[in-house]
């Protein structure tokens, strides 16, 4: 791709999680700052929440069992369209026109380990989202598949986020952890004064994909709002203990997950272990619940904390949590209880003056300005990439 001198940009980033729930558009204002390190403004949130249809659909994509190439091409197309058309209102609510959009596109399927294919390991990551559609009805260039890059240097294709919170929350005196609670969990580890090659991120398990997938079976709702349920349950302590001896939780970044690991499959023996110790539904979600608490502290201690003591062992460590599950305030009390007694403050971004459902759109705003000049977007210390590399494809409009 050829260089460009950076500039200043309105970005729209547009992100839509393993959740598959909708898509956030995040309108930014992108511009280049001291020390190379880019400055991000967000100027407008906009939530598109999927039609029942579009998100069935969605999910069914992801088990290759339950659906079709036809199917897939439709899907491909069609989300292009969502995706436009979510820009095209966020756009009018912030009253500008981008110049560039940034895509995520809906993972439909990501392998980060490899597994023999045809005669030879294979690893692989998909995202769906058609770029030319959205850049035919906006008129503007598109920065899609994001992720492809890293893998193909040998990295994890994720989490991507980290690049952002280095250049938004990195600080000077307190070391930070940056948690999204999206459909999947992930942390990035900022110690004061930390460099980018001291940067620490990655998948800790399941968010909200497990607490959700629970409530839709036992419950028919979409999620647990306020953790209300939740908070009428109570934790099932057997069954998350044995649940943390499992294979990934131990297993040292880099590392990610996604509905590969925490679908349905799991789901469902996830709730035969919780009904075997139980029959109150509340318990199911008490525990799911817990389960996204306790993987995270879990992972404090195990490989946050160490780097932390590394490189910034006087500092002072709060953890600014992100994402749906910020509105959950059964696991954000059950966050507190389990970091508070390791000295961490946990606070909601929304502290920070972000919208917790704008963080991941803004990254992928911010990772769209960097493509566009040409510039790394990934941390080779959080995905395991041989080297930093340019992400994603640009289609012109």
Not at 200 to 221: H, K, Q, S
Not at 227 to 251: D, Q, W
Request: proline share 6%.
């Amino acid at each position: 791709m050829i260089a460009r001198k950076p500039k200043a940009m309105i970005v729209a980033g547009v992100m839509s999680g393993t959740s598959a729930d909708g898509v956030d558009v995040a309108i930014c204002h992108v511009s280049p700052g001291a020390e190379r390190v880019p400055r991000v403004k967000v100027l407008e949130h906009y939530a598109m929440v999927y039609p029942a249809k579009l998100r069935a659909t969605v999910l069914a994509a992801m088990d290759a069992k339950n659906t079709s190439t036809a199917e897939l091409a439709r899907l491909n197309w069609r989300l292009g369209e969502v995706y436009a058309e979510a820009v095209s209102t966020a756009a009018r609510k912030a009253a500008v026109k981008p110049q560039l959009i940034a895509c995520h596109g809906q993972t439909i399927y990501h392998q980060a380990s490899a597994t023999k294919y045809l005669g030879a390991p294979v690893r692989c990551t998909w995202q769906s989202g058609e770029a030319a559609v959205i850049a035919e009805r906006m008129r503007v260039p598109v920065v899609s598949d994001f992720r492809a890059a890293d893998m193909a240097a040998g990295g994890q294709a994720a989490p991507l986020v980290p690049m952002f919170d280095f250049c938004v929350f990195r600080d000077a005196r307190r070391s930070r952890v940056l948690l999204n609670l999206g459909g999947i969990a992930n942390v990035t580890v900022l110690p004061a004064e930390c460099r980018a090659n001291d940067v620490v991120a990655f998948d800790t398990g399941p968010a909200n994909m497990v607490i959700d997938a629970c409530m839709e079976r036992l419950f028919g709702r979409g999620f647990d709002r306020n953790g209300e349920i939740a908070a009428r349950g109570r934790e099932l302590e057997s069954v998350v203990t044995k649940l943390l001896r499992t294979r990934y939780f131990p297993t040292p970044p880099p590392k990610s997950c996604g509905r590969e690991e925490y679908g349905d499959v799991f789901v469902n023996q996830f709730i035969a272990a919780c009904e075997r110790k139980s029959n109150q539904r509340e318990d199911v979600i008490a525990t799911a619940t817990a389960l996204t608490a306790r993987t995270i502290a879990d992972a404090y201690v195990r490989f946050c904390k160490p780097q932390l003591e590394r490189l910034a062992p006087t500092s002072k460590v709060e953890l600014i949590a992100a994402g749906g599950g910020v509105r959950n305030a059964s696991l954000m009390r059950m966050l507190d209880e389990s970091l508070r007694p390791l000295r961490v403050r946990v606070r909601s971004i929304e502290e920070t003056g972000l919208n917790p459902g704008a963080k991941e759109a803004a990254a992928f705003a911010l990772l769209g300005w960097l493509t566009w000049h040409g510039l790394p977007g990934n941390l080779p210390s959080a995905t395991g990439a041989k080297r930093p590399v340019v992400l994603g494809k640009v289609t012109l409009a």
